[in-house]
Each structure stands twice: as C-alpha cells, then as structure tokens.
C-alpha cells in the first residue's frame, strides 16, 4: 500500500520476486494471498478459475450477492447485456456520438476557462454517457447528487476491512448506501410513472419483448452499482496518466496532431457537422498505438484476481484452492518481450495488431471469462478524448506525478492548460 512510481511494480512485490521467485505466498488484510509474475501461470489462473478474488473491504463493498460472484448463469447474463451496450457493434450504434458530444463539448469549456482536470473531466463524461445509456433520462436533482456521490467517493479499495466509523472502509459503505439509494429511487419513480428506463436496465431485468424478469431490482441496481464504480476509478485514471505521458514526449504529441489533422482536413464541411465516425476512430493508427503502449506502461496492478476454486498443479507449483490469486503483468516490462521496456515508444506497435486486447505478452485487461467487458469502451473514450484535447494547444504542468497505490493516484491533481485557439484552424488558415 505504499505510494510508489506509477511504472513500477510495488517495492513489496519487487523485493519478495527477487527473494523467492515469480510466484510466492503471503498474507494480506488477513486473507491467504498468492501473488504471481509469471505470465504462463497467470493465463493459466485467467482461464481456469472464474470467481474474482478480493480481500474482504471489497467484498464488502461490492455485497455478498452481486453479480459478480453469484452463480455462471447469472454471470453470463450480466456479460452477454453489458457487451451489448459496451462491445465494438453497441459503441458504434449506440454510444459513438455521446462520447464525441460529451467530449467535446467539456474540452470546449476547459478551453474557455484556460485548463481542466484530467482524471475529474474524463470521470463526468464517463458518468453522463453510461447514466443515460443506463438510467435513462435522470432527474436533474437525482443527476446531480449521483455525480457528488461519485465525485465524494473515497480512494484506495485495498484497505484493512474494519467497518468503523470514520475509516475509509466506513466511508465506502456510506457512499455506496447514497449511491444505491438515488438509484432505486430513479426506477422506482420511472415504473410508477410509466418512464423508460434505459435499454440496458431493462434488458438486464429481461424486460425486452415480453421476456420474463430474470433478476431483481434489487440485484440489477447493484450491478449497476459495481458498474459504474470500477469504470470510474479505472478509464480516467489511465487516461490522465497516457495524458502525462504524452505531454512527456513531444514527438508522440506531434505525431497524433498530425494524424488528428488529416482526419480532419479529409472531411467535408457537411461531415465536419457530424463529429468523429467510427471509420475516423478506426483510422487513428497512430493514436491505438499510444494507447497500447500507455496500458501496458501503466498496468502495474494485478490484472488476474481471483478465488483459486480447485488445486492444480503448474510447473513446480501447487496451487492451493480456496486463497486468493494476484496475477501481476510483469510481462509487460521483460526486456524479451519488449525492447527497452520502461521506455514509452509507442512506435514499437507498429504493424501490430492494434483490435487485440489481450495475448500472452500483454493483459492490461485481464484474460478469461473475467476479460474487463469495459476493454473496447475504454479505449474509444480515450481515443475522443486524446483527439479533441490535441486540437488545441495544451500542456500538463511538469510536476504533474503520477503514483500508484494499487489504483492510480495524482496527488497534485491532473491540470492540462488549454489555449483556445486549436492547432488544426491555424494550420488551415
């Protein structure tokens, strides 16, 4: 739990690695830990165990009955309707243009008001975008104090898991109970009303074309819950921290103006009316390698989570069934996998399959039947965003830090300063 450099594997896990090899036992928050940098054995773990692993203030937060862990069926059903909204087809029919709108539309204010925060700005386009795709229209008061909630919500998951009061464990249980409660409140209120819900809520509760209920509300609001959360403490964070790294290289950020520009300039003036398209997003080579290159720079938490369900044997190793499993991605950083691997040099994706989001050699998203569904969504918001920001002229200040202590961490905030004046209507003119 120690704040370290955000590409760097955590010291204890360093010094442990080097003491007694890629894979060794431990105890943390009191539960029984295995903690692997192996590659092979963290595929291995992805494929075969389907139970996330989690010390007991997540468990606690996320509740003993969500979706998560509930029963294969259960999980099956959340993954098939969350890949409708979230997979490549339900971005480019349904969440395309928000995200451009959005983005746009909260750069724009940033330039006005010469700068933004990063990581604050990326979470409130986060939370419009998935609200209402979720939600359906909200109520602009219940709107409001959903995004305080979130803006409120306490940092560092991992964490001793008594609940007391005052504690960070403590304070989670309270956000979450502020958050559930606005959240029924909106669809009790929508089916007395008569309101739509959005068309995720309600294929979730199997309420499409006549389908019986397939889970409770009760169990759909808390998945929406856990939705909501792990979206927002992941995409923004590595975003803010792609945007340092840019900001970083001058030559990365020349590159993608660039590339940002010829799309541009290759539209009519009928087209530039309609924003960014999928086929402009698909054509961003330069940009997907950027972003292939910052998650697998800043994926130096454990990517494999899990409850180890069944012993098995793995090379030297048995693997004790009922610990909890920790896959770290070292492979991320071997020297034999990736040329000077610390380096960020988005070049070295070039040729590369830039669709895949996961192989032996890179898990920024996991691996398996718990593969982040969010995997295609988060990268098309990175992409918007990286493209309207580079329309400017902008810098993030050079102390800008970037720590981790498990999750991402800005102590000194995420600030890029915006001239508002854009780079492409200057070239042009």
Not at 55 to 67: D, I, T, V, W
Not at 164 to 174: A, C, D, E, L
Not at 328 to 352: C, G, I, Q, T
Not at 411 to 419: E, L
């Amino acid at each position: 739990m120690k704040p370290h450099d955000a590409i760097q594997l955590p010291t204890f896990v360093k010094e442990k690695v080097h003491r007694y090899g890629p894979v060794f036992r431990t105890s943390l928050f009191g539960a029984k830990v295995i903690i692997s940098t192996d590659s092979g054995l963290n595929i291995e773990m992805a494929k075969t165990n389907h139970v996330p692993g989690m010390p007991k203030s997540l468990a606690r937060l996320f509740g003993e009955n969500n979706l998560f862990v509930q029963s294969k069926d259960s999980h099956k059903h959340v993954r098939s309707v969350t890949t409708q909204l979230l997979g490549s087809q339900g971005l480019k029919l349904r969440m395309m243009q928000d995200i451009d709108i959005l983005t746009l539309t909260h750069i724009e204010v940033g330039a006005r008001n010469g700068g933004l925060d990063v990581k604050e700005t990326v979470s409130k386009i986060l939370i419009e975008c998935l609200a209402k795709k979720v939600m359906g229209e909200m109520e602009p008061e219940a709107a409001k104090a959903l995004t305080l909630c979130w803006s409120h919500f306490p940092k560092g998951w991992f964490r001793i898991s008594w609940n007391i009061p005052g504690n960070g464990v403590y304070r989670m249980m309270k956000a979450k109970k502020q958050m559930i409660n606005i959240l029924k409140e909106t669809v009790l209120k929508k089916r007395a009303s008569g309101e739509e819900l959005g068309e995720f809520f309600k294929t979730l509760l199997g309420e499409m074309e006549g389908e019986e209920e397939k889970i409770s509300v009760e169990s759909a609001i808390e998945f929406i819950f856990i939705f909501f959360l792990i979206a927002n403490e992941a995409t923004p964070s590595v975003l803010a921290a792609t945007v340092k790294l840019i900001s970083d290289n001058p030559k990365v950020m020349q590159e993608l103006k660039r590339e940002h520009e010829r799309i541009v300039w290759d539209k009519s003036e009928k087209e530039k009316k309609t924003g960014l398209t999928w086929e402009d997003y698909k054509s961003m080579t330069f940009t997907q390698m950027v972003i292939n290159e910052s998650l697998r720079i800043t994926s130096t938490a454990p990517t494999v989570l899990r409850i180890i369900d069944h012993e098995f044997q793995f090379g030297e190793y048995t693997i004790p069934a009922g610990w909890i499993f920790m896959g770290f991605p070292s492979v991320h950083f071997n020297p034999e996998k990736y040329d000077d691997p610390l380096a960020f040099n988005p070049w070295r994706w070039k040729e590369k399959d830039l669709t895949a989001i996961v192989s032996k050699t890179y898990i920024p998203f996991g691996a398996g039947s718990r593969l982040c569904l969010g995997a295609d969504f988060a990268k098309l918001l990175m992409a918007s965003f990286i493209y309207h920001l580079c329309r400017y002229r902008w810098s993030m200040k050079a102390e800008t830090t970037v720590l981790r202590r498990f999750i991402l961490m800005f102590p000194g905030g995420s600030d890029v300063q915006i001239s508002q004046d854009t780079e492409v209507e200057n070239s042009a003119g």
